[in-house]
């Protein structure tokens, strides 16, 4: 079992920046995709950006490109969002994903296994 735990989110002007953090225990893998989503009120859950735990290169989503950042520090199993120019529609809850296929690179939320909790990131003035 993988539990998975975010923290850092939020109230934020719009144009602000935060950095969300996702810190992974149990029996994690190495081989793992690491992704991020978000939910906002009324809306399906999106697909905001995946890094696989052994490689170097986030992918993300057309609406954050650009904007938001996903790193990671394999000594301490957290990958990081950095979220920069937010603005009103960056509003949702935000979750933490493992995906254990790591050659999958998927972008929807049934193709990952584990999921945490969710953190709120709200965008207001």
């Known amino acids: 079992q993988v539990q998975l735990v975010e923290s850092g989110g939020g109230l934020v002007q719009p144009g602000g920046s935060l950095r969300l953090s996702c810190a992974a225990s149990?029996?994690?893998?190495?081989?793992?995709?690491m992704g991020w989503f978000r939910q906002a009120p009324g809306k399906e859950r999106e697909f905001v950006g995946a890094?696989?735990?052994?490689?170097?290169?986030?992918f993300y989503a057309d609406s954050v490109k650009g904007r938001f950042t996903i790193s990671k520090d394999n000594a301490k199993r957290t990958v990081y969002l950095q979220m920069n120019s937010l603005n009103y529609e960056d509003t949702a809850v935000y979750y933490c994903?493992?995906?254990?296929?790591?050659?999958?690179?998927?972008?929807?939320?049934?193709?990952?296994?584990?999921w945490g909790q969710g953190t709120q990131v709200t965008v207001s003035s």
């Open positions: 890094i696989p735990w052994s490689g170097v290169i986030a």
């Open positions: 149990g029996r994690t893998s190495a081989t793992y995709n």
């Open positions: 994903a493992a995906d254990k296929d790591p050659y999958r690179r998927s972008r929807l939320a049934n193709a990952y296994d584990y």
